[in-house]
């Protein structure tokens, strides 16, 4: 099945439906003609599993939103390394891509309303941060390693090499409420800041006896609780093992978010081995962190290359 007749029966309809069908499809067959495919990207994005099919319209839409900003991914080692490989200055970037499946998220949440009224339904945060922390363990892994050491990664296959730097990029459109984008988390940082700087909620403190406020500020995170299991550490980007990771590149990239935005945003590894530029990446916002003292960071937010 080509990927035209399969758009269509998946997203029936005219208007807005063949809008999208025709975005996807634009962005799947430009993926493929660019030879940055696998031979079986075809086959699986038409197969008609979830996964697969959001996990190829991911890579082809993320190397639309690349090539949108003058950057254009090579082929890398097709099946045995990352997604995508750029070269900026003679130096190796890689990106690995993933949709995290909504697993574990309430369905009242990902459902859109047909009439378009708002629903009011409870921000399922901890659900949907775990889906973030799970979507970088995977692809932290996939280049350092199982954490057991039991599974080689990219840099002890040799595939990625000391000097590289390597982004995550991780889709999370599966994870939004609706037509809504849905990259920011209960502290009003994006996700990808809450899985790898242990930020939680934003918190005042008040006097119990005077019921003054004595301090505001968000709180310290390090681990997600789950409903059954040890809690998932979130604090990826403090922890020595991950320096090989240079960002996570947070996107919302499906072509249905309302007025047409994609929102992206790059979170930067302040203690990465190789670093990337600040701008580099097509993005509305960067999240830096600062050294401030021997054992603290400030996180801030600069505007990114699609802001200016």
């Not at 859109?112 to 973030?132: A, D, M, T």
């Not at 006097?207 to 500020?217: F, I, P, S």
């Not at 681990?223 to 590149?249: E, M, Q, R």
Request: one cysteine or more; a neutral charge.
């Amino acid at each position: 099945m080509d990927i035209e007749t399969f758009l269509l029966k998946r997203f029936p309809g005219c208007g807005r439906p063949q809008k999208f069908r025709n975005e996807l499809a634009n962005a799947c067959n430009s993926f493929v003609m660019s030879g940055l495919a696998d031979a079986d990207f075809t086959n699986r994005l038409c197969s008609g599993v979830e996964k697969d099919f959001w996990s190829r319209v991911s890579e082809a839409l993320l190397a639309a939103q690349l090539s949108k900003v003058g950057l254009h991914p090579v082929p890398s080692y097709g099946d045995g390394g990352p997604d995508f490989l750029l070269i900026e200055n003679g130096r190796k970037i890689w990106i690995e891509v993933i949709c995290p499946e909504p697993s574990g998220v309430p369905s009242e949440w990902l459902t859109s309303n047909p009439h378009g009224e708002i629903k009011v339904v409870n921000f399922p945060h901890e659900k949907i941060i775990l889906r973030w922390t799970s979507a970088i363990k995977e692809k932290a892994e996939k280049l350092i390693g199982s954490l057991d050491g039991t599974t080689k990664g990219y840099i002890e296959k040799g595939i990625v090499e000391s000097e590289d730097a390597y982004v995550i990029a991780v889709n999370g459109c599966k994870l939004r409420n609706g037509p809504f984008p849905a990259l920011l988390g209960i502290s009003q940082f994006p996700f990808a800041a809450e899985a790898v700087f242990a930020i939680g909620p934003y918190q005042i403190k008040i006097d119990r006896n005077t019921l003054e406020q004595t301090g505001a500020g968000h709180q310290h995170r390090p681990l997600i609780s789950k409903p059954k299991g040890a809690p998932v550490p979130a604090y990826t980007f403090l922890d020595t093992k991950f320096k090989p990771i240079s960002a996570i590149w947070a996107v919302d990239v499906a072509g249905t978010v309302i007025g047409g935005l994609n929102p992206m945003a790059v979170i930067h590894n302040p203690n990465a081995f190789n670093p990337i530029p600040k701008g580099f990446l097509p993005a509305h916002d960067e999240y830096v962190a600062t050294p401030i003292g021997p054992e603290e960071f400030e996180l801030n937010r600069i505007e990114g290359c699609l802001q200016k």
